[in-house]
């Protein structure tokens, strides 16, 4: 069975510009979930989808948005980018929300702004 | 506030040597317990989790983690370590109410020294 898939695998943007990252969760699974990975952060949590809801929000600002379609897919949009925006951009998607299940990660978009 | 620690930044095993990467937390009720690994450029995956019942858990790769409520830890361990365990490790936890984001310590970095 297909794994997570996060496309573009590597993003170059300019500073001031807007992006738009894609994820595709496992087969049957409704929750997905963003994480924004960087050095000296680590892992922080963005935002998580079910079933087309938004069912929990991270601490970043209202550049970071996202959704999510009726077929699972999810995306997220930064829009006017900043330098500190570069970062791996991890989705993760789950079975179900809200229970002891983990989750299966992609491989991440590395998105770099200059 | 929910919280994850891990202590060390990184970690450095000799080959052969049994291994421990530690992981503390902090939370309100009682938590679902996980251990992701990350390998360069890549998602994470999923190593092992504790929901209930025995507190030493048993993962993938030959990993396990002993769960201790009243030192509220969760600390990875291996008997032997393989220069191939050497990669990026995540201790996360996952609420068990109705705000169930996954949060995530910052990661330890384990180094194996042939």
């Known amino acids: 069975k297909a794994g997570v898939t996060q496309t573009p695998r590597y993003l170059i943007k300019t500073r001031g510009q807007q992006v738009t990252l894609s994820c595709s969760p496992i087969?049957?699974?409704?929750?997905v979930s963003w994480y924004q990975q960087t050095p000296g952060q680590g892992l922080q949590f963005l935002f998580e989808?079910?079933?087309?809801?938004?069912?929990n929000k991270g601490n970043f600002p209202g550049r970071f948005s996202g959704r999510q379609f009726s077929n699972s897919r999810s995306e997220m949009n930064v829009s006017t980018l900043e330098l500190g925006d570069s970062a791996l951009y991890l989705c993760?998607?789950?079975?179900?929300?809200?229970?002891?299940?983990?989750?299966?990660f992609g491989s991440g978009t590395r998105l770099t702004v200059v | 506030a929910q919280s994850v620690a891990q202590p060390e930044d990184q970690v450095n095993v000799a080959e052969g040597n049994p291994l421990t990467v530690k992981c503390t937390y902090s939370?309100?009720?009682?938590?679902?317990l996980f251990w992701y690994v990350q390998y360069p450029n890549r998602g994470l995956q999923f190593l092992l989790k504790?929901?209930?019942?025995?507190?030493l858990v048993k993962g993938s790769y030959g990993f396990e983690a002993e769960f201790n409520k009243s030192q509220t830890s969760f600390h990875l361990k291996k008997p032997s370590a393989l220069v191939s365990d050497s990669a990026l490790y995540f201790c996360?936890?996952?609420?068990?109410?109705?705000?169930?984001?996954?949060?995530f310590g910052k990661g330890t970095r384990l180094h194996i020294l042939p």
């Open positions: 993760a998607s789950s079975s179900e929300a809200g229970t002891a299940y983990g989750y299966t």
């Open positions: 087969s049957g699974h409704r929750s």
């Open positions: 989808y079910f079933s087309e809801t938004q069912r």
């Open positions: 939370v309100s009720g009682n938590p679902y």
């Open positions: 504790y929901i209930t019942g025995d507190n």
């Open positions: 996360a936890v996952r609420l068990v109410n109705r705000d169930d984001k996954i949060i």
